[in-house]
Structure formats: structure tokens, C-alpha cells
């Protein structure tokens, strides 16, 4: 009864008391969302990283770790046959790993070249899965073929501009006046896409140039297929090595410094270029049946190749490992300012309940309720009353949480900065059950530390003065 | 022997600049089954009487005993258990609380003093039935005369089966005839169940029903007599 007591209590004004359950419910739909954002993020970058960067393990020559020098490989049939039949194993990929200076016509920059099979490749890379253009190395062609990030075909300008028919034609039926004004652009091509913006502002009016620039460099840009680039390389021997190869696909990862490094082109061709043994790779990678069984793989195999360095992902790349960590902190760190701000339009509220009904505890601890009864009342009115708006707010993140988990959440107006520290633009929001119950007993605390004042103040009071008729 | 005892007992207020004598050489006994009233003009220390005997405040000097017990012996939770298992209190007004009904009320102090649920509900059935209340078992106080309402504080003191029930001025807030159905319960219980009450008033027709009467003047027991 003391618990129904103190519930119809929290109702007692109930306009007053919706005010505190509102703001509760909206700061916490804030914080849990802001959580779930955080933990999808971080767990989606985990899983693309897993995926198109570093797979799950990672076997080199312990030299080549140090200076990453081409001549520090190991014997790739030492170890395939072992662990193409190891159990949990599901991708294998032998590779070669290369510090290229690449050229076109037009500029120059430097890449990390890997050298892969692609069938290998596959089995454990998503990034034969994310060409935008072209085909992986797949095909047999007179002049090697090198597939290209599309940050990096972009940086070495294998890009053209052009205003096609078809493009013209969409644009006249869309806008008019859109349409005439790029005429004297059609079929022209461009190389760069400042060039080509100029030109646009030099023929269309300012209105529509702001308003379609942008989309319009956009769908003009092409990549130019089977361009050459020469990639310039040390051979073991320690001399420079020159060889052309052609651009037959770009990818593009949520991860633009990734896609302006790496470069793929078939092992054969990159073992003749820069004269290696091509039984011999720098790098194996593999990719394990799921992540939890990692790390006991990882464990059989350092014994097992006691003179290779066997890494799992979050020793190749820790920082990614301890984004994991630093965001459910960051969450929580989120919820707990938010708790505290909240704290004090409760702690306002409580202490208004408790002034107004001095009287009644001065009554109640008249007839014989102790202290230690009147603070639980005065406590248990606090706790539901905050976690009434807890509950409001929880429920509310759940159904956002669950409604994007499954559309995601789109943060491309934003996307360029997201994607250049690694980020993808849409977010699948994400949060473990263990979070919303730590959110709970959160909120739940702050309803108790929230009434601590609150109850002071009533437990202050003599109960013949409060009952004492003016 | 008696209930209650005072001996001897001054009480002075000198919270203030003034010092001011609420009682002074107070000497009283009260026995099981009494009907007293407390009497005496506004300010002659009525109230400070009562809530000395209830343990609500402490003398300056003297003692009280409330059955085997010297109230001065008691200090904080155990004072506040004592006034819950030992004495009943009906107040002026603010008696009841405005979210419980009629029937939550009474039950409260049971539950403050541990009786089980199924108990507390057939007591509390019981207690209203007996202050005419039967059917109000399930009103808010929100819905009940103030007559009513202060038949549901005598309900809820006879529910702590206390060894009194003090009532300070219960029947000041209330019209003629609602004071006088009130009394007439209180008669009621202390003649039939043998509840002794003490209640202090201003009303005269109260006071005549009164079997003894303290009269209260400046603090002091000007006369003390059984009618
Ligand atoms: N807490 C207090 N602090 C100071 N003086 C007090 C206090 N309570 C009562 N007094 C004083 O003690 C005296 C007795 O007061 P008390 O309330 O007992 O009188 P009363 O007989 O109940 O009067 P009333 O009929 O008006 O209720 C009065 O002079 C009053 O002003
Ligand atoms: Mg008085």
C-alpha cells in the first residue's frame, strides 16, 4: 500500500509531474538514440574494417612488420595447405604487399599496391564487392590490370567530365530553361572538375548553377576505364622497377583514406613486375567463421607458426577496437549529463510536493511513521516519477531504434566528413539489452539522488509544528 | 494504576525573545476508561498538554508516564514507535491523507505497525462501521463532510488499538451538528468499548458531555472536576 500510496502521490498534481515525465522521456529518447547511433557507428566500422581493410587475422614475416621492406616474405605453401583445412577458417588470402609510385598522364601519387588472386581475394575482401565501375582482376588482358579506390583515381585525375546526350536530355525535360542553357556544353570533355564547374557557371544563371552544380558534376563524372598507370617499384634487389597497368575497376568504401591508398592487381602480374618468388607472399589474410571464435584461431596459430607474426584485428588496428570501448563511454557519459541536468527539474519538483504537504507529514510523523518511512515514500515518489518519463523515453528510443535499425539512419548531408575519418553516412543504430538496463538502473538512481534534498527537508520538520493551527 | 502520569511538569517556549510559560507545575493522573475534557481560555496551554501527553514535545522540567513507560526515556525512532503502538490521535484538521480512502486511511497505521494485509482491511472494515461509516469504505476524503472526515480519524486511532486517543480541538472545524454526532461516537466507544479519550474544546456543549474537566488557565490546573 505504501507503494500505491506513493505512486497516487506522484499524481497529485499531475501537470506538474507530466512536465518532469515529458522532459525525462525526450532527454532520454536523446541520449539512448545518440547511444545506439554511437554503437552502430562504431560497430559498423568495425565490421567494414573487418571486412575491407584488415579481415580477422593477419600472418606476416615478423621483419616485414618493422619497414614493411619487399624482400621480408614467407613460404605461402608452408602454410596454405594447414590452413585451408583448419577448422573456422573460411577465407584465405596469400598476398603481396607493395609501396608503388603511381603515374598517369596527369598526376601522381603514391598507393599501396596488393597483389592477390582474385578468387582468393574474395574469400576473404568485401572490396571486389564494392566496384562502382569496371570488374575486379578477373579476365585475361595483354596489359596487367590494377583496380583502383575511387579517392585515389580521383587524386591521380582518371576522371573526365563530359555532358552526354542522354544527360542533356534528362535535364531539358526535367527543367527547360536548365536544358538550353547547358546546349553549348554537350559532348564537350573536361578534365577536371573545377574546369568543368567554371564552364557551368560560365552558361548557366546563378540561380540554377547553385541549385544544380553540384548533382550535375556528379552525374557527368566518369572514370576513365583502361587509362594507364605506371607504378614505379623496389624490387628485392633494391633496384627501381617500372610497369604499366590499366585501371579496369574502382571501388569505393565508407573509408576515403582507405580507397585513396590501396590498389589491387593480380599476383602474377605484380610478383614478375617486381621480382619476387611468387611462392612467396608478405601477407596472409583470413577471414574467421564469426568474430568470437578469432581469438582461440588466433591462439592455435601463433603456436602452431612460432617463426611468423599471427595478429587479430584489434592488434593490427587497436584504434578500432578501442572505438568499441570509447563509444558505449561516450553514450553513457551523454546519459549522465542529461540525467544530471534533468536532476534538478526533479529535484524542483519533489521539493514543491514535499512543501506543499508539510502538514501531512507532519500528521503522518505525528500517529507514528518513522523517518526511515517517510524518506522511502518521499523516495519511491522520486523513482517513479523519473522513471515514469524513463520508461516513456526507453519505449520511445525502441521503437526509433527499431524503425532505423532497419532503414538506417541517413546522416549524407554530412556524409563527406563522416567518410573521411572511416565513417559510413548511414548509421543502423544499435544498442545491447545489458545498455537499456544500465540505463535504467541509471535513471532509477537519479529519481533516488533527486529526492535526497527533497526528503531532508521533510525529515527537518517537527511534526507539533507542522501540525500547529494559525 | 493510572495510564497517565504528570508530575510536576513546566513547559516553557523560549524559542523566541520571550520566554513564554505554556504550563507551569502541572500534577495529573488519568485513568483507563476516562472521558476528560481539557478546558480553558485560548492560550491557557491546552495544546501544549496534549502534546505532551502524546509525546509530541517534552516538558521543561517534570515527567510523564504513559503506562509502564516514562516518555522522557524515549529518544527519536523510538519515541515516534511508541506514539505508533500506544496512542491515538485525532487532530483539528489535515488528518487524512487526500490520495487514500476512507478505508486506506485507517488501514495506514495497521500497515505502519506491521498487521498483515487481510487483517488490516477487515479491522479497518470494522472500525468505520463503528464510527457509522460502513459504506464510506471506498470515498476519498475529498468526498466526505468534515464531520465524516474526522469519524474516519477516530476509525484510523481505534485501529492502532492504542491505551488513549488524544483530540485537539476535534470538533472546532465542524457545525453544531456534526460536533455533537461526532461526540456522541466517542461517547459511544468509551462507554460501550471502554476507549478512553482525552480531547481538549472551547465548545461548551462538548465540554458538558465530558464525565471530568481540567480547566486550563495561564498554564495552570485552576479546577479539576468529574461530572
Ligand atoms: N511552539 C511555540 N513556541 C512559542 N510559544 C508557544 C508555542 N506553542 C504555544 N506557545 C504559547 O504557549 C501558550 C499556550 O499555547 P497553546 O497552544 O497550548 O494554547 P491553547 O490553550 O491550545 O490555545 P488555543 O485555544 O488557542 O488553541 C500560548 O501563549 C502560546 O502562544
Ligand atoms: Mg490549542
Redesign the pocket.
Known amino acids: 500500500m505504501l507503494l500505491s500510496l506513493s505512486w497516487r502521490n506522484v499524481w497529485r498534481n499531475p501537470t506538474r509531474s507530466m512536465v518532469v515525465v515529458v522532459a525525462v522521456a525526450l532527454g532520454l529518447w536523446g541520449g539512448v538514440t545518440t547511444m545506439a547511433l554511437i554503437n552502430g557507428w562504431v560497430k559498423q566500422r568495425i565490421a567494414d574494417s573487418i571486412q575491407n581493410e584488415i579481415s580477422h587475422i593477419q600472418i606476416h614475416n615478423p621483419e616485414f612488420l618493422l619497414n614493411e621492406e619487399v624482400d621480408k616474405t614467407f613460404n605461402f605453401d608452408s602454410v596454405a595447405q594447414a590452413l585451408s583445412s583448419a577448422d573456422g577458417i573460411v577465407g584465405l588470402s596469400g598476398r603481396l604487399k607493395v609501396f608503388a609510385m603511381a603515374q598517369t598522364d596527369r598526376a601522381n601519387s603514391g598507393l599501396v599496391v596488393l597483389g592477390v588472386k582474385p578468387n582468393s581475394e574474395r574469400s576473404v575482401s568485401g572490396i571486389p564487392n564494392k566496384l562502382i565501375m569496371g570488374s575486379f582482376l578477373e579476365g585475361d588482358f595483354k596489359t596487367p590490370s590494377i583496380v583502383l579506390g575511387k579517392k585515389a583515381a580521383e587524386e591521380l585525375k582518371l576522371v573526365n567530365y563530359e555532358l552526354t546526350d542522354s544527360i542533356a536530355q534528362k535535364l531539358s525535360a526535367m527543367e527547360l530553361r536548365l536544358g538550353e542553357q547547358i546546349q553549348p556544353l554537350v559532348g564537350r570533355r573536361i578534365r577536371t572538375r573545377s574546369s568543368f564547374m567554371n564552364a557551368l557557371r560560365a552558361e548557366l544563371e546563378p540561380a540554377l548553377f547553385n541549385h544544380y552544380s553540384e548533382t550535375l558534376a556528379d552525374s557527368c563524372a566518369s572514370f576513365r576505364l583502361n587509362g594507364p598507370v605506371v607504378l614505379t617499384f623496389q624490387t628485392p634487389a633494391g633496384e627501381l622497377h617500372s610497369a604499366m597497368f590499366r585501371v579496369r575497376g574502382i571501388y569505393r568504401t565508407s573509408n576515403t583514406a582507405f580507397d585513396a591508398r590501396m590498389a589491387y592487381v593480380n599476383f602474377e602480374n605484380l610478383a614478375l613486375a617486381a621480382n619476387i618468388n611468387p611462392n612467396y607472399v608478405h601477407e596472409v589474410a583470413l577471414l574467421c567463421k564469426d568474430n568470437t571464435s578469432v581469438v582461440s584461431i588466433a591462439q592455435t596459430l601463433s603456436t602452431t607458426y612460432q617463426n611468423l607474426k599471427v595478429r587479430r584485428w584489434d592488434e593490427i588496428s587497436p584504434e578500432i577496437a578501442l572505438y568499441a570501448a570509447f563509444g558505449d563511454f561516450m553514450g553513457l557519459i551523454y546519459i549522465v549529463i542529461i540525467l544530471f541536468a534533468l536532476a534538478f527539474g526533479i529535484i524542483n519538483t519533489m521539493m514543491m510536493n514535499v512543501l506543499e504537504r508539510y502538514r501531512e507529514f507532519g500528521m503522518l510523523m505525528a500517529i507514528g511513521m518513522n523517518r526511515l518511512r517517510v524518506y522511502s515514500m518521499i523516495m519511491m515518489e522520486s523513482v517513479f516519477l523519473t522513471l515514469t518519463g524513463g520508461v516513456v523515453g526507453i519505449v520511445f528510443s525502441i521503437v526509433f531504434i527499431k524503425i532505423f535499425a532497419q532503414t538506417g539512419f541517413d546522416f549524407s548531408m554530412w556524409a563527406e566528413g563522416f567518410e573521411a575519418i572511416g565513417y559510413s553516412s548511414v548509421v543502423y543504430p544499435d544498442i545491447t539489452l545489458a545498455n537499456y538496463v544500465l540505463v535504467t538502473i541509471l535513471v532509477t538512481a537519479t529519481g533516488v539522488l533527486a529526492s535526497l534534498w527533497p526528503a531532508r527537508r521533510a525529515l527537518k520538520l517537527n511534526p ?2 507542522a501540525l ?2 494559525e | 494504576m493510572a495510564i497517565i502520569e504528570v508530575v510536576n511538569v513546566d ?1 516553557i ?1 523560549n ?2 525573545e520571550v520566554k ?4 507551569s507545575n502541572i500534577n495529573l493522573t488519568i485513568e483507563k476508561g476516562e472521558f476528560t475534557a481539557i478546558v ?12 505532551l501527553l502524546g509525546g509530541l514535545d517534552s516538558p521543561t522540567n517534570g515527567k510523564i508516564r504513559v503506562g509502564d513507560v516514562w516518555l522522557n526515556e524515549l529518544k527519536g525512532s523510538k519515541l515516534i514507535d511508541f506514539r505508533l503502538r500506544n496512542i491515538g490521535f485525532v487532530f483539528q484538521s489535515y488528518n487524512l491523507i487526500p490520495v487514500l480512502t476512507a478505508g486506506e486511511n485507517v488501514e495506514l497505521i495497521m500497515q505502519l505497525q506491521g498487521v498483515s494485509a487481510r487483517v488490516r482491511k477487515q479491522v479497518a472494515a470494522d472500525m468505520l462501521v463503528k464510527v457509522g461509516l460502513a459504506d464510506r469504505f471506498a470515498s476519498r476524503p475529498a468526498k466526505l463532510s468534515g464531520g465524516q472526515q474526522q469519524r474516519v480519524a477516530v476509525a484510523r486511532a481505534l485501529a492502532s488499538k492504542p491505551q488513549f486517543i488524544l483530540a ?2 476535534p470538533t472546532a472545524n465542524l457545525d453544531g451538528k456534526s460536533a455533537e454526532n461526532l461526540l456522541q461516537i466517542m461517547e459511544h466507544l468509551n462507554r460501550n468499548e471502554g476507549v478512553t479519550f482525552i480531547f ?1 474544546t ?1 465548545d461548551q456543549r462538548v465540554m458538558n458531555r465530558a464525565r471530568r474537566v481540567i480547566l ?1 488557565e495561564d ?1 495552570r490546573i485552576k479546577s479539576d472536576t468529574l461530572q
Not at chain 2, 513564554?20 to 504550563?23: C, E, Y
Not at chain 2, 480553558?40 to 502534546?51: A, F, R
Open positions: 507539533m509544528q500547529r493551527v | 513547559k517556549y524559542d523566541s513564554v510559560t505554556a504550563l480553558g481560555p485560548s492560550g491557557s496551554g491546552k495544546t501544549t498538554l496534549l502534546n485537539d480541538e481538549s472551547h486550563l498554564g
